[in-house]
């Protein structure tokens, strides 16, 4: 059975920081990848950055790269999405997802966290 927790979520104003990050437990096919989804209320939910887990490559949405950064810890199983330079538009629900390609959509990976929510005013 696969576990995903999220924490690290918050409150922030346009132009602060936050680093959620993803706990995974479990068995999971290591060679693939974990990444950060997210869904805005009335929006599809969309990709942000997605780590290889057996690797160093990483990929970002347009949107976000120069100001996000994915991180891995897979000695602790702990995957982190360092926000900076945060706008309005970057609020959401922020979701971890282990098992799926690299720069998929989201229906494409197999497990998945709750959640945590991300407010910047």
């Known amino acids: 059975h696969v576990q995903l927790v999220e924490s690290g979520g918050g409150s922030v104003q346009a132009g602060g920081s936050l680093r959620p990050s993803c706990v995974a437990s479990g068995n999971f096919y290591r060679s693939s990848c974990m990444g950060w989804f997210r869904q805005a209320p009335g929006k599809e939910r969309e990709g942000v950055a997605s780590?290889?887990?057996?690797?160093?490559?990483?990929y970002y949405a347009d949107s976000v790269r120069g100001r996000f950064t994915i991180s891995h810890d897979f000695a602790r199983n702990t995957v982190y999405l360092q926000m900076n330079s945060l706008k309005p538009e970057d609020a959401a629900m922020y979701y971890c997802?282990?098992?799926?390609?690299?720069?998929?959509?989201?229906?494409?990976?197999?497990?998945w966290g709750q959640g945590t929510q991300v407010t910047v005013s």
């Open positions: 780590a290889y887990t057996a690797g160093d490559s990483t």
């Open positions: 997802a282990a098992e799926g390609p690299c720069g998929g959509r989201w229906i494409e990976y197999k497990y």
